[in-house]
């Protein structure tokens, strides 16, 4: 699943050796391998050749520039869900009929830079989205696609944080609704409604609650003689983290395929974890190791504004020693891996087995690449950490760590303060 592996006692990325990385650049960073992010692009994409789908990158995964120009350069596009998101896919060089635009809160100025970019169409959520999205479009004289993105009501064994298609979730639009919209499209003169939408939620390890969602939708289409041009199935494919079992592509592939059978719409699918996921580790040194009262703690300089999953969702990250200790006979503690940060909630790992770290050892947080640099933040006034990738055997800077002078440089003290 992924090409970070131990060669000895050394874990490497690629045919490079994580530590001597570690050793050259300034702790926390990211590290990605990009033999892996390519990897999982073209397995989605071969499972699903047959049905030569558009594979729309999920950007909120992660929007590096690098991450993107590498997929685009392959041939996918990009699922937005914002106006910076639109910027950083055309500073990506995707081309804008391979964009795709979701959201529940599209601002107007938002809409209006997308319709000027030429995007392939929007993925609305409600009516009144649809009504502004046509005002706009008739007054910049455009007529402009849409997909509607149907609500399901199909709930996945995931975090409820990312389960996204059920009634009690903000997203998407009911069938009773979408058959009104449908029925009366004549009322909006500058959007064309020539797509179905539907993404259930993140993280989904089986193929089960996809195919109760598409047949739902097919059966919509089929009850109302709809003729549309595209079926998005969205994203939400699950990774390995711990001991999961998640379905490969080709098993997807084969769970999907048979539905749609000869129709005649083309399917766009919206990976994001899936393509990105395993291809990350987030690298942190040991500052100190702490014996407490009830339990045993390492305390690393990477924080929960690094990787903030495991204290939102109670996400599960393997956490290895990016060198194993010599000595075998050593007997593995039970350690909390934890941060810097003024939060119980600052935590990477509870009660792991690891071989006593010393004090500037470094730990590989695995499984880091989707949602790890792209939910970080600056809280506890820490800089942004650098981004690094391993291509073709040699390692290159995708980002530049933040300094303290970044931490306020957009900030202003009124001069009656001063």
């Known amino acids: 699943m992924h090409e970070f592996r131990y060669k000895g006692n050394e874990l490497y990325c690629e045919n490079v050796r994580v530590r001597d990385v570690a050793d050259e650049v300034k702790t926390p960073f990211y590290l990605y391998s990009y033999k892996t992010l390519i990897d999982h692009y073209r397995k989605l994409k071969d499972a699903f050749k047959s049905a030569e789908p558009l594979i729309c990158f999920s950007m909120k995964a992660n929007s590096n520039l690098a991450i993107l120009k590498a997929l685009v350069k392959e041939g996918a596009g990009l699922d937005i869900v914002s106006g910076g998101e639109l910027y950083k896919a055309r500073k990506a060089g995707v081309e804008p009929q391979k964009i795709v635009y979701a959201g529940v809160g599209k601002k107007e100025e938002e809409i209006v830079e997308a319709i000027k970019a030429n995007i392939l169409f929007f993925n609305v959520e409600s009516e009144s989205e649809l009504k502004l999205i046509n005002r706009v479009a008739s007054r910049k004289g455009r007529v402009v696609n849409i997909a509607l993105r149907i609500n399901p009501d199909i709930k996945p064994k995931t975090h409820d944080y990312i389960t996204t298609g059920t009634k009690t979730t903000k997203f998407g639009i009911s069938f009773d609704d979408a058959r009104i919209i449908f029925q009366r499209q004549n009322k909006y003169g500058n959007v ?50 711990a001991d999961e079992k998640p379905q490969t592509a080709e098993e997807f592939a084969r769970a999907v395929l048979p539905l749609i059978g000869e129709r005649k719409f083309r399917l766009i699918l919206e990976p994001g974890r899936f393509i990105v996921g395993n291809s990350g580790i987030l690298v942190t040194k040991v500052l100190y190791t702490k014996k407490g009262a009830n339990k045993d703690f390492v305390i690393v300089d990477a924080g929960m504004n690094d990787l903030i999953r495991p204290s939102i969702y109670g996400a599960y990250h393997e956490i290895l020693s990016v060198t194993k200790p010599i000595t075998y006979n050593l007997k ?51 800089p942004r950490v650098a981004e690094f990738m391993i291509i073709k055997g040699k390692l290159h800077k995708i980002r530049q760590a933040e300094n303290y002078s970044d931490l306020v440089k957009k900030e202003i003290i009124p001069s009656v303060l001063r």
Request: net charge positive; proline share 4%; glycine share 12%.
């Open 192 to 241: 064309l409604i020539n797509g179905l939408h539907v993404h259930i939620g993140s993280q989904i390890t089986e193929s089960k609650p996809f195919v109760a969602a598409i047949k739902r939708i097919l059966n919509f289409i089929d009850t109302n003689a709809l003729n549309i041009k595209w079926l998005n199935i969205g994203g939400g494919l699950g990774i390995i983290y």
């Open 332 to 382: 593995p503690k039970t350690y909390d891996i934890v941060g810097p940060i003024c939060e119980s909630g600052d935590f990477f790992g509870k009660n792991r087995k690891l071989n006593e770290p010393a004090q500037g050892d470094f730990l590989a947080i695995m499984g880091a690449g989707a949602y790890g640099f792209s939910m970080s933040s600056n809280y506890n006034a820490r």
